[in-house]
């Protein structure tokens, strides 16, 4: 192979988590096509999302997309918080959550209540505890889109 990126010597693999022998091969094969054969641009970085871990509103606050770009990572990370989640919607959202576009108002906040209301002028309060049942279902629709439909990664727990 004429790309070694992801192999650090001969025989000896590099590998993101996950990522299997024969994964690394098609990946490999992939990137010479592309990259080499057909000579298509790189427009991208392969990166794994950070560990779940817990994080207060303030360190929420800070991936809002106008954050410093992370080494391994193109764009600086975007997270949403929901039910209690932390979701990093760069992943496959990076487009509809930067600076600059409509969802953006999300990033780097708690928005269960805002997602439960459908109230987007300004995400202004934290608080759950008063919401009808409909507003929970709404919210729990999109906690459950997050998760399963978009798959966006939890990299994160709310403690306050």
Same mark, same amino acid.
């Given at each position: 192979h004429r790309y070694r990126h992801l192999t650090s010597s001969p025989g000896a693999q590099n590998r993101a988590p996950g990522i299997s022998a024969v994964e690394?091969?098609?990946l490999e094969q992939w990137i010479n096509k592309y990259k080499y054969e057909k000579e298509y641009p790189v427009v991208g970085k392969l990166s794994t999302p950070p560990a779940r871990?817990?994080?207060t509103v303030e360190e929420l606050a800070e991936f809002n997309g106008a954050g410093a770009v %992370?080494?391994?990572?193109?764009? %600086?990370p975007l997270y949403v918080g929901i039910k209690g989640k932390v979701y990093d919607?760069?992943? =496959? =959202?990076f487009d509809m959550?930067? %600076?600059g576009t409509t969802y953006n108002i999300f990033a780097g906040k708690d928005s269960s209540r805002s997602l439960a209301t459908m109230q987007f002028d300004e995400i202004k309060s934290r608080k759950i505890d008063d919401l009808t049942p409909e507003q929970l279902k709404t919210?729990?629709?999109?906690?459950?889109?997050?998760?399963?439909k978009r798959f966006y990664p939890i990299v =994160?727990?709310?403690?306050?």
């Amino acid at each position: 192979h004429r790309y070694r990126h992801l192999t650090s010597s001969p025989g000896a693999q590099n590998r993101a988590p996950g990522i299997s022998a024969v994964e690394m091969d098609q990946l490999e094969q992939w990137i010479n096509k592309y990259k080499y054969e057909k000579e298509y641009p790189v427009v991208g970085k392969l990166s794994t999302p950070p560990a779940r871990r817990p994080m207060t509103v303030e360190e929420l606050a800070e991936f809002n997309g106008a954050g410093a770009v %992370p080494e391994d990572r193109v764009d %600086p990370p975007l997270y949403v918080g929901i039910k209690g989640k932390v979701y990093d919607v760069s992943y =496959g =959202g990076f487009d509809m959550y930067k %600076p600059g576009t409509t969802y953006n108002i999300f990033a780097g906040k708690d928005s269960s209540r805002s997602l439960a209301t459908m109230q987007f002028d300004e995400i202004k309060s934290r608080k759950i505890d008063d919401l009808t049942p409909e507003q929970l279902k709404t919210m729990d629709d999109w906690d459950i889109k997050f998760e399963t439909k978009r798959f966006y990664p939890i990299v =994160g727990d709310l403690t306050n």
